[in-house]
C-alpha cells in the first residue's frame, strides 16, 4: 500500500467486509511520514489525494455489494436525499453512503423489477480517526490507554532519543493502527483487552516487548526503503533486542550469485539502515535458531515473518500477534505493543479440533521407524505436509491438533520448523496447539481442559483423513506442473529432470546441516553436474556449521550456501534457472507453496533424503514402489 501511494498509483477507495488493519498500515505510514507527498493537506479535495479511503461494510452488507457491477459514493446530503444524515460520532464528509448504480448511473430503485436497493452508510476508517489524537490530549476516554511519558512521546517531549522525531512519528503510528483495531470485537486478531460492553468503548494498553523480529527488510520498492531511511534520518534507535528478517541478497556474494548491481545496492541500503536503528546483524528468517535471540515461555514479544510468529507462538509458547510490516519497526523503536490479541490468554484458546489420531496410527511404524532406516527415510516430508494440511483445515481458527503425542518421542525440533513454515502458508492463525508436543497442549490436564471448553462452545471437529493427506502432498508436488523434461531410464522407469534442489525455507538448523553431511557421505556417488544445489542459512549457523566441518563437507559435495536471504526473496535468473521448462525441487512445504508463483517455474516436493538422492542421479523417479504410486511411503 506504502508502494501504491507514494507511486500516486492507489486506487481511490477500498471497501473490506472485514477490518484489516495490516492493510491500514501502509496508508497510515504514508500519512504520518510523506503528509506532502499523498494527503491532500486537510482542504479536504478528495481528487488530490494518494491515500484511499477505506470503508469496512461487514458480512452482510459486502455479500450485496458482490453483484453490483458499480457504487457511488455520496458524501453528505447534497442530492436531496434528506434522509442521509451522518450522525454515528464521525465527521460528515467522511462518512459516506455506498449506492449502487444502474446502468445509466442513475441510483437503483427499490421498483427495478426484483433489484433491490444498495445503500450502505460507513466511515473512512482512516479519517474516522481525526479525534484521536484531540482526545488523549484534553483526557477524553479513548480506546487506548497512554501513560503520562507515552503521551509524552507522543508530543515529542520524551526524554534523549524518547524526544525525537522517529519516535514520536512511531508513536502516532502504533496508536493510529490500534485505534483502528479497536472496534473490531468479533476478530480474534487483535481483540483488545477489554471487551465491549454496551455503552462503553472497548479498550486496551500498550504493554513492554523483550524482543521484537523485523520482517520489512525485503526490498520490494523505494517506499520501504525511503521510509527506514527517514527512521535514521530522523533519529531513530531501537529499544529492544532486535533481529532482522532474511533481505533481498547475501550481502557479501551478490556478485558471485549474478545479483544486478543496482537491485542488490537497493536491497543493501534496506539492510545498512536497520542496522543504523541498532538492530543485529541477522538476516534470518529463523531468529529461533539464534540462541541469545530465542525468547522463554510466556514472554510477550513482537515478531515478524509468518513461520516464525507460528513457530514463536506455537513451539516456543511465547506471545506475539502477526504485525504488519512497518509497524514492527516502529514498536521495536517504542519497545511497546498493544495489549491484545494473541498477547491475551482468552485469545489463545483453540476454537477447532483437528484429529489426525486415526490417521498418524494407520502410519505408526514408519513414523516411530529409525530415521536411517529405509522403512523411514521419506517420513520428515510428513511434517510440512501435515502443516500445510491443518493450516488450511484450521479455517482461520486456533485449531487443536490431536495425535501427534503418539509419536512425541520422535518429533523434533526440525520437523515443528516444517510444520510451523508450512502452517503458516494457508493459515491465518498465528497459534496451534499439538497435543502432547507444544507447551501450552503439552499435558493431558492442559489438553483435556481445552477439549471441555471446545465442547461447551460447540466447536468444530474435523477428522484429518488419508484423503486430505494425500491431496495435500499431490498439491505440494504439484506447483506448476509441467511434463517437459520428463523420460525413462535403461530399465523402462519414468524420470523426470531436476534442474535446481532448493534447500532451507526456512533457514537451515546445525541439526539439518549434520543429516545433510550424513546424506552426502552415505554411498560413493558424486553430486550430477547438471544438478544445482543451493541451501539457504544463516551467518549464525553458517559459523557453527563451519567450526563443526559440516559446510565444508557440503560444498565439496557441490552445495552453495547463501546467507543473510531466503527463497521467497531469490527470484531470478540466474539463480533459478532460465529455461522456463525447468523444475525445482524442494524440501520446504513453505517453499513449494509458494515457488511456482514466485519463479514461474515447476516446484517438486519431497524428502531431505530424496532430495540429496536426486542430487546425484540428476533425475526424479515418477514411479517409485510397488504399487506404481509416487506417493511417499506415510
Not at 97 to 109: A, K, M, Q, S, T
Not at 144 to 151: A, I, K, N
Amino acid at each position: 500500500m506504502l508502494e501504491l501511494i507514494l507511486n500516486k498509483t492507489s486506487p481511490k477507495a477500498i471497501i473490506l467486509r472485514d477490518l484489516d488493519s495490516i492493510l491500514c498500515t501502509g496508508a497510515i505510514v504514508a500519512q504520518e511520514f510523506f503528509p506532502e507527498e499523498c494527503c491532500d493537506g486537510g482542504n479536504g479535495d478528495r481528487s488530490t489525494s494518494f491515500v484511499p479511503e477505506v470503508y469496512v461494510v461487514g458480512d452482510f452488507n459486502y455479500g450485496l455489494l458482490e453483484n453490483v457491477n458499480s457504487v457511488s459514493f455520496h458524501y453528505n446530503d447534497s442530492d436531496g436525499d434528506n434522509e442521509f444524515n451522518p450522525s454515528n460520532g464521525g465527521i460528515d464528509k467522511n462518512t459516506v453512503e455506498i449506492r449502487e448504480e444502474g446502468r445509466d448511473g442513475e441510483h437503483v430503485n427499490n421498483n427495478s423489477n426484483s433489484k433491490s436497493k444498495v445503500s450502505i452508510r460507513t466511515a473512512n476508517l482512516l479519517q474516522q480517526q481525526d479525534s484521536v489524537f484531540e482526545n488523549i490530549d484534553n483526557g477524553t476516554e479513548t480506546g487506548l490507554q497512554l501513560t503520562v511519558e507515552e503521551q509524552r512521546i507522543l508530543k515529542g517531549e520524551g526524554q534523549d532519543h524518547a524526544s525525537s522525531k522517529a519516535m514520536t512519528l512511531a508513536m502516532r503510528t502504533i496508536v493510529r493502527v490500534t485505534s483502528i483495531s479497536l472496534p473490531s470485537s468479533t476478530s480474534p486478531s487483535f481483540q483488545p483487552s477489554s471487551s465491549n460492553q454496551k455503552g462503553k468503548k472497548n479498550t486496551t494498553r500498550l504493554i513492554p516487548i523483550t524482543s521484537a523480529h523485523i520482517d520489512a527488510v525485503t526490498f520490494i520498492g523505494n517506499g520501504g526503503l525511503r521510509f527506514v531511511e527517514e527512521l535514521v534520518q530522523l533519529g531513530g534507535k531501537v529499544s529492544v533486542k532486535t533481529t532482522l528478517n532474511s533481505q533481498s541478497v547475501d550481502r557479501r556474494r551478490w556478485k558471485d550469485l549474478g545479483v544486478e548491481p543496482s537491485f542488490a545496492n537497493k536491497a543493501n541500503r534496506i539492510g545498512d539502515a536497520y542496522l543504523k536503528l541498532g538492530c543485529q546483524l541477522s538476516f534470518t528468517c529463523a531468529p529461533y535458531l539464534i540462541k541469545s535471540s530465542r525468547p522463554s515461555f510466556g514472554e510477550q514479544i513482537m515478531w515478524g515473518e509468518s513461520n516464525a510468529v507460528v513457530y514463536a507462538n506455537s513451539v516456543i509458547g511465547a506471545r506475539t500477534e502477526k504485525y504488519a510490516d512497518y509497524f514492527d519497526i516502529c514498536a521495536a523503536l517504542i519497545g511497546k505493543v498493544p495489549l491484545a490479541g494473541f498477547h491475551l490468554s482468552e485469545n489463545r484458546i483453540p476454537s477447532i479440533v483437528l484429529d489426525a489420531t486415526e490417521l498418524i496410527a494407520e502410519s505408526l511404524s514408519l513414523l516411530q521407524g529409525d530415521i536411517n532406516s529405509g522403512m523411514r527415510k521419506d517420513v520428515d516430508s510428513f511434517y510440512p505436509t501435515m502443516g500445510w494440511l491443518c493450516g488450511q483445515l484450521s479455517d482461520g481458527k486456533v485449531p487443536l491438533i490431536l495425535g501427534f503425542d503418539q509419536i512425541s518421542s520422535r518429533v523434533t525440533d526440525d520437523d515443528l520448523k516444517a510444520f510451523c513454515a508450512a502452517f503458516g502458508t494457508t493459515g491465518t492463525s498465528p497459534l496451534f496447539h499439538m497435543a502432547g508436543i507444544t507447551p501450552e497442549a503439552y499435558d493431558d490436564t492442559a489438553v483435556d481442559e481445552m477439549l471441555m471448553n471446545h465442547d461447551k462452545k460447540d466447536g468444530k471437529v474435523v477428522k484429518v483423513t488419508p484423503t486430505h493427506l494425500i491431496d495435500a502432498y499431490e498439491t505440494l508436488n504439484s506447483g506448476g506442473s509441467n511434463n517437459q523434461g520428463t523420460s525413462s531410464d535403461e530399465t523402462g522407469t519414468s524420470v523426470e529432470k531436476i534442474d535446481l534442489i532448493a534447500l532451507g525455507n526456512p533457514h537451515l538448523s546445525v541439526s539439518e546441516l549434520r543429516r545433510l553431511t550424513e546424506l552426502v557421505k552415505q554411498d560413493e556417488r558424486k553430486k550430477h553436474g547438471d544438478v544445482r544445489v543451493m541451501a539457504a542459512l544463516s551467518r549464525h549457523v553458517h559459523s557453527q556449521g563451519k567450526k563443526l566441518g559440516y559446510i565444508k563437507s557440503l560444498e565439496d559435495f557441490g552445495i552453495t550456501f547463501v546467507n543473510d536471504t531466503c527463497w521467497c526473496m531469490m527470484i531470478d535468473q540466474p539463480i533459478i534457472p532460465a529455461s522456463a521448462e525447468a523444475k525445482i525441487m524442494t524440501n520446504s512445504g513453505k517453499y513449494a507453496h509458494y515457488g511456482a508463483g514466485l519463479t514461474n517455474r515447476s516446484l517438486r516436493f519431497a524428502s531431505l533424503v530424496e532430495c540429496i538422492d536426486v542430487s546425484k542421479n540428476g533425475t526424479r523417479l515418477l514411479n517409485r514402489n510397488e504399487n506404481d504410486s509416487c506417493l511417499p511411503s506415510w
